[in-house]
């Protein structure tokens, strides 16, 4: 099975910061990688699918680049509603579906 | 709009069962694949299930090991998840999601619902 770690489990910053946040698979997985928000008492949101398209209704401040076993979640101006954790998800090799283990955003 | 919305959590002693379902509206649901994702508490997200949009195909995390069944009634436009044999470990909101699957991008779970919590105590 593939393996998906995220860096940093978790961040504090400012509004109006620049966050990037990484996700490395244990092996290639091309272009398939998500991206996904989730608050307290929410479902999750898809932000990112195949590492970079924007899915509908996401702002443009979101971002994801990378490919084969590096990849990234970069939000270009941190506003308050986007303190909440991010998860990334392989959809190279499966099942199973997996996830990293999660970045959680906090206030500085 | 999409509306996913999951029901039958509760609580409820190791090694008996419970039913989840998991209502769906404004998408055609039997037209596309779903999955089941986990969160126990102050853990990360943890996929569970996957159902075929014919539920023809079905496939488990490791840490089922036979004891979850996933279906799906597309008349009633309705998921559910079976869970027996239940554990402590098995503590968690339960999430449905749909699978925005195609070609070109692969899966991608595209909407989820707000969960269901099961917790799981003697």
């Known amino acids: 099975d593939i393996q998906m770690t995220q860096s940093p489990s978790s961040l504090t910053a400012s509004l109006g910061d620049r966050v990037t946040i990484t996700c490395r698979a244990s092996?290639?997985?091309?272009?398939?990688l998500n991206w996904y928000q989730k608050k307290p008492g929410k479902g999750p949101k898809l932000l990112i699918y195949?590492?970079?398209i924007l899915q509908s209704g996401v702002p443009s401040r979101f971002s994801g680049s990378g490919s084969g076993t590096d990849f990234t979640l970069t939000i270009s101006s941190l506003q308050p509603e986007d303190f909440a954790s991010y998860y990334c998800q392989q959809s190279h090799s499966v099942p199973p579906f997996t996830f990293g283990g999660g970045t959680k955003v906090e206030i500085k | 709009q999409v509306h996913l919305m999951e029901s039958g959590g509760g609580v409820v002693q190791p090694g008996t069962s419970l039913r989840l379902s998991c209502a769906a509206s404004g998408l055609d649901f039997s037209g596309y694949a779903m999955h089941w994702v986990r969160q126990a508490p102050g853990r990360g997200l943890e996929w569970v299930s996957f159902i075929s949009y014919d539920g023809n195909t079905k496939h488990y995390a490791d840490f089922v090991e036979g004891r979850f069944t996933v279906s799906r009634d597309n008349s009633k436009n309705t998921l559910y998840l079976q869970m027996n044999s239940l554990r402590a470990e098995d503590t968690a909101v339960y999430f449905c999601a749909r699978d925005g699957w195609t070609a070109v991008t692969k899966y991608y779970f595209d909407f989820w619902g707000q969960g269901t919590l099961v917790t799981v105590s003697s």
């Open positions: 195949a590492a970079s």
């Open positions: 092996q290639s997985i091309s272009s398939y």
